[in-house]
Every structure is written in structure tokens, then in C-alpha cells.
């Protein structure tokens, strides 16, 4: 089982849709959550940084950790053809920085 | 917000040559930096950590003698790709992880360099 399981999708959404991406893990030592946005051949940009369970708001993003399930989700709202992109969640340890990425979901936002 | 430049952005080079690949850190210090490698439709893969003034730790499977790295300053590491071959072609990106304690948990990346390899 890989530490970070995360759907490749692809998944296509229409102009104004909410999105909901999400990331399950296996180490309970990860404490840092992060959501990346890639867009084709250009680095990740970060997107949220969360650290404990709940949610965090920014703008239209929202990004929700749940410890207990494992589990993390990023929300998109209101989304735009710009956010056509793939979203990566990230995570690390208290111990390190080194960062497990998921495989990355690619998202299309149709006009 | 922290930006982190990469260069080149696209290299091609012939088998048995090598190449060096610079990450820098533009406004802000830089300790520790990554390196990465990223196959198409693939996740980041850490190949290893670069510190400012000491060894770089690479990962399990990743040949130190082949990817040599180099912390010369708070602001630059390099990843030297040596002997290249059509195999090593790939998308390599850095990060770099803010000195300012405010913000030292966030890694932020380059723009990645694709390395093609005839």
C-alpha cells in the first residue's frame, strides 16, 4: 500500500462547478498537509497548508484534513477554466521535511 | 510570495555528455533544498536534499556519482546530470525551504528543467 493514495482521475467539471479532490494516507507521523497546483510542464505552485484537522479557508479554495480517517480533501468553488490543472496534495512528517506527494489528480474545467 | 528560479528550463543534450541544472532561491535564504524527478503523468519522486554547506542525502535507488549536487550558498544549489543518457531524460525540479522561521515549513518550487537525452 503506498503512503498517499490519491485518484488520477481525469476529471472534467463544467464552468461554476464545486470541485472536491481528495487524498487518503497510511502514516498516522504525517502532521503537514499541503494541496500543489501543477500546470502542464511548470513546477507546483502551493495552493494550502494546513497542519491540524479541520478546515482552512482561502478564497475559493478550501482544504479540510480529517487525522482520524486519514484523509484530506481540497475544495474548489465557483471553479474557472484557469483551474484546469493537476492537483497534487502533498505531505510530511514532524521528523523531516521531505514531502510524500499523491500521484495527482488532473482537472478540467470546461468553458 | 518566495520564488524560486530554476535554469535552464528545457536542455537537450547527446548521450555521454552532462549537464548542470541551477535552482535559486530569489528572495529569501535557503538552507535546505530538494531535488525531484517527475515522469509524465507521474508524481514528484525525491532523488534528494541538498544543504547549505554539507553532503547532499539522496534517496534509496538514486546514484549519488550520477546526480551530484552541489549547496554552495544559502541561494544556489545545482544538480549536475553526468554521462547523461537517453534514459535520464526527465522533468528535474527543486524546491527550496524558507530560512525565515515564520514560513520554514513550506517548500517552494522552480519551474521545473526538461532534460532530453539523444
Known amino acids: 500500500q503506498k503512503e498517499v493514495e490519491q485518484d488520477p482521475g481525469p476529471l472534467s467539471v463544467p464552468e461554476g462547478a464545486i470541485v472536491s479532490l481528495n487524498c487518503t494516507y497510511s502514516n498516522s507521523a504525517f502532521q503537514y498537509f499541503m494541496w500543489y497546483r501543477q500546470y502542464s510542464r511548470k513546477g507546483p505552485e502551493l495552493l494550502m497548508y494546513?497542519?491540524?484537522?479541520g478546515n482552512k479557508e482561502d478564497g475559493r479554495f478550501t482544504a479540510q484534513v480529517d487525522k482520524s480517517s486519514k484523509y484530506i480533501s481540497l475544495f474548489i468553488r465557483d471553479s474557472q477554466p484557469s483551474d484546469s490543472a493537476t492537483y497534487l496534495c502533498a505531505m510530511r512528517k514532524g521528523s523531516n521535511y521531505k514531502l510524500t506527494f499523491g500521484k495527482g489528480t488532473l482537472l478540467t474545467v470546461n468553458p | 510570495g518566495a520564488v524560486v528560479s530554476q535554469h535552464p528550463s528545457w536542455v537537450i543534450c547527446k548521450s555521454g555528455t552532462s549537464v548542470k541544472i541551477e535552482c535559486r532561491s530569489l528572495d529569501f535564504q535557503a538552507t535546505t533544498m530538494f531535488w525531484y524527478r517527475q515522469f509524465p503523468k507521474q508524481s514528484l519522486m525525491l532523488m534528494a536534499t541538498s544543504n547549505e554547506g554539507s553532503k547532499a542525502t539522496y534517496e534509496q535507488g538514486v546514484e549519488k556519482d550520477k546526480f551530484l549536487i552541489n549547496h554552495a550558498s544559502l541561494t544556489l544549489s545545482t544538480l549536475t546530470v553526468t554521462s547523461a543518457h537517453p534514459e535520464d531524460s526527465s522533468f528535474y525540479i527543486c524546491?527550496?525551504?524558507?530560512?525565515?522561521?515564520?514560513?520554514?515549513?513550506?517548500?517552494?518550487f522552480g519551474a521545473g528543467t526538461r532534460l532530453s537525452v539523444l
Open positions: 524546491s527550496a525551504r524558507d530560512h525565515d522561521s515564520d514560513t520554514k515549513n513550506i517548500q517552494y
Open positions: 494546513t497542519y491540524s484537522s
